[in-house]
Each structure stands twice: as C-alpha cells, then as structure tokens.
C-alpha cells in the first residue's frame, strides 16, 4: 500500500475497510477482527441488550494501517466506528487527532466510498484557514 495524504475507514464490527486516497490513486485494504462476532440475538419478549465486547486487536489493527496518512475520515452503519475513535483517544492518541470527522453510512460499494470520502475531504480543506 503505497502512502497518501487521506484515509476512509468503513468499519463495523465485521471488517474495516481502510481506502487511501491520492489525487489518482485509491489503496485499498480489508481487515477482519480476530475473534468474528456472530449475529446477536436476544429472547424474544425480553428488554435485556447485548452488545459485543469491543475487539481491542482489531482496531489495534485498523489503527497501525492508519499511522502514515494524515487526515481521516472513519464511517459505518452503527456503533463500532465510534468506538473505535473512543480507542483511538484512549490507546492512540497520535491517530486519534488524524480524525476530522466521524459519520453514519450504511453500506457503500468500495466506489461509493470513495466518492463520498473524497467530497467530504473537499470540504474539510475549505473550512481549513489559509495561509499566505
């Protein structure tokens, strides 16, 4: 994977897509946690939730393809991409502050993705002061 200013995550709780982005290049890599969670189910009738513990190895992992780029952008359908930006502000901080944004998205197609990633880092650049 070669290194470029920004980086998408998608992740939930079943993989995480990391999708660098350069002016004319994306890389593009998939890592999966160490111990798959299995679909939750609760009873029937029962107010009892469950959440899965959170894989720490698994955003350890996510988190190191991070460390060469220099903004990013970390989406998903449902609670794992905030917890794994709480992760980063606990065990990674340097990563952490690379996050300019954190938001919902379903389940894009890899160019979906990209495209949406891309816009967004487009507006986060206007909304930088510029330098003379």
Request: proline letters at 6%.
């Given at each position: ?9 998608w992740?939930?709780?079943?993989e995480a ?19 798959p ?28 393809r991070?460390a ?31 996050v ?12 979906q ?9 487009k ?10």
């Amino acid at each position: 994977m070669s290194h470029h200013y920004h980086a998408v995550v998608w992740i939930d709780h079943h993989e995480a897509r990391v999708i660098e982005i350069g002016k004319d290049e994306v890389d593009e890599v998939h890592v999966k946690p160490h111990h798959p969670i299995k679909h939750l189910h609760t009873k029937a009738g029962s107010n009892a939730s469950w959440r899965a513990p959170e894989d720490i190895k698994f955003f350890k992992s996510v988190a190191e393809r991070l460390a060469p780029v220099q903004e990013v952008l970390v989406v998903g359908p449902a609670n794992a991409k905030t917890a794994f930006v709480k992760y980063l502000h606990k065990k990674d901080p340097k990563i952490a502050e690379k996050v300019i944004g954190v938001e919902t998205v379903d389940h894009p197609t890899d160019g979906q993705l990209v495209h949406y990633a891309k816009a967004y880092f487009k507006q986060a650049d206007r909304m930088l002061p510029q330098l003379d």
